[in-house]
Nanobody, 131 residues
Framework: HVQLVESGGGSVKPGGSLNLSCVTS????????MGWFRQATGKELEGVAG???????KYADYAKERFTISRDSAKKTLSLRITNVHPEDTAMYYC??????????????????????????WGEGTQVTVS
């Protein structure tokens, strides 16, 4: 039984920072690509950042300067650091996991890392409010 549990959300003033965490269980963590997604009220779910089994990272254009994704194999956790937060960062942030059959997940050239349907497991989210 796979579980992904996010934490670290809350209220923060513009310009502040947050650290989000995703604790995983029930999966072979090191086999998976992992991603952070977010959804603001009334808007579509969108990719924030992704990281593959080898540690290669992907970012949405808006996230390249202020967001940092990382993974900890020992703790089987995924993290997202957000700095200099903007009001438009207000959203529910979700952790998700992706694994191709029978092999570690690695990004390939021109991969659509943020394709929602490719991610097999999702957490229930943690709310970030910037105001």
């Amino acid at each position: 039984h796979v579980q992904l549990v996010e934490s670290g959300g809350g209220s923060v003033k513009p310009g502040g920072s947050l650290n989000l965490s995703c604790v995983t269980s029930g999966l072979r963590y090191d086999m998976y690509c992992m991603g952070w997604f977010r959804q603001a009220t009334g808007k579509e779910l969108e990719g924030v950042a992704g990281i593959d089994s080898g540690g290669s990272v992907k970012y949405a254009d808006y996230a390249k300067e202020r967001f940092t994704i990382s993974r900890d194999s020992a703790k089987k956790t995924l993290s997202l650091r957000i700095t200099n937060v903007h009001p438009e960062d207000t959203a529910m942030y979700y952790c998700a996991a992706l694994s191709p059959p029978s092999r570690p997940c690695r990004w390939v050239k021109n991969v659509d890392w943020s394709a929602l349907t490719e991610y097999q497991h999702w957490g229930e989210g943690t709310q970030v409010t910037v105001s």
